[in-house]
């Protein structure tokens, strides 16, 4: 069973990983569901685009971000949108920050400007490497924090039927 406080700490975390976007460190969570800081690593992957996979895998990212800005203007903890774009500790990450956002009584305006990149490595594995400003997106009382754009990777499976991502890493402002 759960204590009380390790859920509160962990929504904590998680909100503040996705809608705020303040914390120094990226944001993942841990097989076990736990919200895990890491350090970003040295180089981005390679990324392109242009194949008809590679647009795949970029319509599945941007429709994961999509959803995730429109559910957080209605204040929403989630959506169907949301689950049709994203599994796992993606998923697990955004609808828990969210939820979290509603909790709070967030008020959210502005969208995130995205400069996705992917990089499709098999029939069923691809990442994504972005480049996010969250500047103008976030909580309508508080100013943005911190300067420049976030350094984004993100992992897609494909499951048979549609690309979808399923890890995600947000950084800290200024690393890309």
Same mark, same amino acid.
């Given at each position: 069973?759960?204590?009380? &406080?390790?859920?509160?700490?962990?929504?904590?975390? $998680?909100?503040?990983?996705?809608?705020?976007?303040?914390?120094?460190? /990226?944001?993942?969570?841990? @097989?076990?569901?736990?919200?895990?800081?890491?350090?970003?690593?040295?180089?981005?992957?390679?990324?392109?685009?242009? &194949?008809?996979?590679?647009?795949? =895998?970029?319509?599945?990212?941007?429709?994961?971000? +999509?959803?995730?800005?429109?559910?957080?203007?209605?204040?929403?903890?989630?959506? +169907? /949108?949301?689950?049709?774009?994203?599994?796992?500790?993606?998923?697990?990450?955004?609808?828990?920050?969210?939820?979290?956002?509603?909790?709070?009584?967030? +008020? =959210?305006?502005?969208?995130? $400007?995205?400069?996705?990149?992917?990089? $499709?490595?098999?029939?069923?594995?691809?990442? $994504?490497? !972005?480049?996010? !400003? !969250?500047?103008?997106?976030?909580?309508?009382?508080?100013?943005?924090?911190?300067?420049?754009?976030?350094?984004?990777?993100?992992?897609?499976?494909? !499951?048979?039927?549609?690309?979808?991502?399923?890890?995600?890493?947000?950084?800290? @402002?200024? &690393?890309?």
């Amino acid at each position: 069973m759960r204590s009380r &406080t390790s859920t509160v700490r962990r929504g904590a975390v $998680v909100s503040g990983c996705l809608l705020v976007l303040l914390l120094p460190a /990226a944001c993942t969570l841990a @097989p076990g569901g736990e919200p895990v800081l890491t350090e970003p690593s040295a180089s981005p992957a390679p990324a392109r685009a242009g &194949t008809p996979e590679e647009e795949a =895998v970029l319509a599945a990212y941007t429709g994961m971000w +999509d959803a995730v800005v429109t559910a957080s203007h209605e204040g929403t903890g989630g959506s +169907d /949108a949301l689950e049709r774009h994203a599994v796992g500790g993606a998923l697990a990450l955004m609808t828990e920050a969210l939820q979290g956002a509603v909790t709070a009584g967030a +008020d =959210v305006s502005g969208e995130p $400007v995205l400069a996705p990149e992917a990089l $499709v490595e098999s029939s069923d594995r691809a990442q $994504v490497t !972005d480049c996010l !400003d !969250d500047t103008s997106w976030g909580f309508a009382s508080q100013p943005a924090v911190g300067v420049g754009p976030r350094l984004v990777e993100a992992r897609l499976i494909h !499951d048979g039927l549609a690309w979808r991502v399923s890890d995600l890493r947000i950084w800290e @402002p200024g &690393t890309c």
